[in-house]
């Protein structure tokens, strides 16, 4: 919905009618269990969150602390909050809470204690709440609008600027250490909208809102970012149009030495700007993509420009030829094997934006506008490819794509398909979870809409007790080959009762399709089950918007459907599977495990 | 800008934020008579108005108005001062 993205206008004026609709859309929610804990009034920010969450699918539950009593109910947790159990606390506290700045007689010990006064009532709000096992979203602090030190306040150490400089220092030590712990960044956000802008005192005196009413939709939009993020839903490829949104000018007919691009002009400029900008998304894993109307020469020849920062190989998917836009960006997402949901289009033509969007309408398509100068503040703001950690794996997913191209291409010289995967050269580690690996299996269970059984969902919390618990079998599985390893990209939680193992979680990344990656995961999931003299296992398939690909998965392992007639819960469409582990024979073939 | 333009700029605002197309208000209406008009819609109100008319109340000026209609008289004399 348009006005729940960059720029934000009326959010709280329309509030009303915004959920009205929202909820009205038909689509599959995912439901999450939200709890506020305020530092100062929290209510319309609980609203304005429910909006933005509801925009990007998440239908939230929410508990909030009474005012001001996000400590109490962080150090002695009430039953309601207990029984609540949030997937998420958000700790809404900002420089109207700091209780203890340094006074100016005080000595540099003292205002050392402050600061660890200070720091130790969070740090004992977070080990408090890590019972729950669940993503904790911390505040940390604003400037106060007056600083009567003037400019001395910022670098003496009595100066209250210099101690919030301090304090959110700590705190982002603090969020490096402590997995599970974000730092939702006021500090940053009022600086872009301006202290003068964020803090209404009169507001704050009348109601107890630690920020104006134009800055509680920012804030809500920000954390939602983070919420978004932490359950996988960030975006992952960025599709650009090439004239006028690349560079200036038109490459077909200005020609390589007519575009606008470098720093010889203004203009050329910002068209830089724009190009670094993107630069930086994909060294950091987000995937590029091209769509533009173009000869594809002209198209190619456009980033041989000396000046232009992308190269033609910076883009996992190239699309430049006259078929209608949505037609390409459908086939991009295939290509690349994504859902829809994960592009970002932009392009400095209306019309084109328009034809897109109402074609697809799951991709982001954020009315730019003409002007290249604000295209990066289209995406920066909007959040699109916010993420909460920068993985090893997010920093090499465009390797993988990469390498994938090139298994498509040497796929296309074998005669049969078999022979392919043996020229692959495929071998993998299966084993059981191990400590270091649990945040990127946090990460896969969360994002994993494809390739996935059941869409279980897991927190880091759930993720590190199963790793603990001897009736789990867990495995993940990572995958290499000749062109190069794909990381980890496969998991398995099977459920051991009685002498049978449930398969809770069955998921493997899209990358590694038609691998047979799949089956040599099931075999080290049989040899595990009868070393412990498990005799059967049971398979579950629970349909989603997403996931037909794998309604056969057991099938084509040789389980058999088990009648629906067993007491077991089932939807029309959801299956559950069983194989007798008696007479099992292994079943990959390509691939070398362990 | 006159008594009736600014009225109709404030029935606007109290149909977005009560989420009712065809609301009428009157000068006499009050926190009483609309049933949603709690203390948080209040403040809803009183910035979209803010706002909106590009005015800013000061702290308490609010809290001695009695209805709709003493709101806007107060703002007909900060919108034409």
Redesign the interface.
């Known amino acids: 919905m348009t006005s729940l993205t960059y720029p934000l206008s ?1 959010v ?3 509030k ?2 915004l959920k ?1 609709k929202l909820l009205a859309e038909d689509r599959s929610w995912i439901h999450k269990n939200i709890a506020i804990l305020g530092g100062s009034t929290s ?2 920010i609980k609203n304005a969150l429910e909006l933005f969450l509801l925009n990007v699918g998440i239908k939230p539950e929410f508990y909030e602390s009474e005012y001001n009593k996000y400590y109490e109910d962080a150090l002695f947790t009430p039953s309601e909050l207990l029984e609540f159990k949030p997937d998420i606390i958000y700790i809404h506290t900002s420089q109207v809470n700091i209780a203890h700045y340094p006074k100016l007689q005080d000595s540099h010990e003292m205002i050392a204690q402050d600061l660890q006064k200070e720091l130790d009532k969070y740090q004992s709000i977070w080990r408090a709440l890590a019972k729950f096992d669940c993503a904790i979203i911390q505040n940390n602090f604003d400037y106060p609008l007056d600083r009567s030190l003037g400019n001395l306040d910022a670098y003496d150490p009595h100066g209250k600027s210099n101690f919030i400089n301090q304090l959110n220092q700590r705190f982002a030590e603090a969020a490096q250490e402590q997995k599970n712990l974000y730092i939702n960044d006021i500090n940053y956000l009022s600086a872009y909208m301006g202290l003068k802008n964020w803090f209404d005192r ?2 704050w ?3 107890k ?1 630690a920020m ?3 800055a509680i939709p920012e804030l809500a939009f920000n954390i939602s970012k983070i919420i978004k993020a932490i359950f996988g839903k960030s975006s992952k490829c960025l599709v650009l149009d090439l004239d006028h949104t690349c560079w200036g000018g038109v490459i077909g007919d200005d020609g390589l030495n007519g575009i606008q691009i470098g720093t010889e002009t203004a203009v050329a400029e910002s068209f830089t700007a724009f190009q670094s900008y993107v630069r930086e998304l994909k060294t950091r894993g987000i995937t590029l993509a091209v769509c533009s109307k173009n000869d594809h020469s002209n198209a190619q020849e456009g980033f041989s420009h000396p000046d232009s920062i992308l190269k033609y190989e910076d883009f996992t998917a190239f699309k430049a030829n006259w078929e209608p836009k949505h037609q390409n960006i459908a086939q991009i997402a295939q290509d690349i094997n994504i859902g829809l949901d994960s592009l970002v289009f932009i392009d400095d033509n209306p019309a084109e934006r328009a034809i897109v969007s109402s074609q697809l309408a799951s991709v982001a398509v954020p009315d730019v506008g003409s002007d290249v100068i604000r295209f990066i503040d289209y995406i920066d703001r909007n959040g699109y490819f916010e993420t909460v950690s920068l993985s090893q794996d997010d920093l090499q997913r465009n390797q993988y794509y990469e390498d994938n191209k090139k298994r498509t291409e040497v796929e296309a010289s074998f005669q049969s398909y078999d022979e392919f995967l043996q020229s692959l050269e495929m071998s993998a580690e299966i084993k059981t979870f191990s400590p270091l690996y649990l945040p990127r299996i946090t990460q896969l269970t969360n994002k994993t809409n494809q390739f996935n059984l059941t869409t279980k969902r897991y927190s880091m919390g759930e993720i590190e007790q199963i790793s603990t618990q001897p009736q789990y079998i867990k495995l993940y599985g990572k995958l290499s080959d000749k062109f190069g390893d794909n990381g980890l990209i496969a998991i398995t939680i099977g459920r051991v009762e009685h002498k049978t193992c449930h398969i809770d979680l069955w998921l493997m990344s899209c990358r590694v399709l038609k691998r047979g990656m799949e089956f040599a995961m099931l075999d080290e999931l049989v040899k595990q089950c009868q070393s412990q003299g498990i005799e059967r296992l049971l398979g579950y398939y629970y349909k989603s918007a997403k996931n037909s690909m794998v309604a056969d998965m057991y099938k084509s392992f040789g389980f058999s459907q088990v009648a629906p007639n067993e007491p077991v819960t089932q939807t029309h469409q959801d299956t559950i599977w069983q194989l007798d582990l008696s007479d099992y024979t292994v079943q990959s073939q390509h691939i070398k495990v362990n | 800008m006159t008594r009736e333009e600014i009225f109709n700029g404030v029935q606007e ?1 109290f149909r ?4 009712e197309d065809d609301l009428v208000i009157e000068d006499s209406t009050n926190s009483d008579t609309i049933e949603d008009w709690d ?2 819609n209040h ?2 109100l009183v ?2 108005i803010e ?1 909106e008319f590009k005015i ?4 308490g000026e609010l809290q001695e108005l009695k209805d709709v209609g003493a709101m806007i008289d107060l703002m007909l004399t900060k919108i034409n001062s």
């Open positions: 009326n709280l004026r329309k009303k009618s009205r209510a319309e009169s507001l005196y009348q109601a809102y104006s009413m134009d | 605002i977005d934020i009560f989420d203390s948080l403040i809803n910035s979209a706002k800013r109340f000061a702290l």
